[in-house]
Nanobody
Framework: QVQLVESGGGLVQAGDSLRLSCAASGRSFSMYAMGWFRQAPGKEREFVAVITWSGGSTNSADSVKGRFTISRDNAKNTVYLQMNSLKPEDTAVYYC?????????????????WGQGTQVTVSS
């Protein structure tokens, strides 16, 4: 069992940066791939970024490539999402998720555990 708690969301202006954190409880955090997803009002949840259990491989959506960076610290049971050059279209609730796999899944159904989400609002 893994419990996930996101933090770091807020209201920022376009061009600003934010760093989201996701703290995991439970054992074997390092055995999980960790992903970030987001859901804007009236839209489906979409993939943002993923990092493998070791941190050796990452992947991100085209819409955030070059602006968002995912990382993890297995000693702290925490995964991060550094978001730079934020745009109004990045406004959404951001969720972290854990998948017990050695791959880097990008589909929400591949994930086993989810956090409650943190709101990110980017004003123009």
């Amino acid at each position: 069992q893994v419990q996930l708690v996101e933090s770091g969301g807020g209201l920022v202006q376009a061009g600003d940066s934010l760093r989201l954190s996701c703290a995991a409880s439970g054992r074997s955090f390092s055995m999980y791939a960790m992903g970030w997803f987001r859901q804007a009002p009236g839209k489906e949840r979409e993939f943002v970024a993923v990092i493998t259990w070791s941190g050796g491989s990452t992947n991100s959506a085209d819409s955030v490539k070059g602006r968002f960076t995912i990382s993890r610290d297995n000693a702290k049971n925490t995964v991060y999402l550094q978001m730079n050059s934020l745009k109004p279209e990045d406004t959404a609730v951001y969720y972290c998720a854990a998948a017990r796999t050695f791959t880097a899944p990008t589909k929400s159904y591949e994930y086993d555990y989810w956090g409650q989400g943190t709101q990110v609002t980017v004003s123009s």
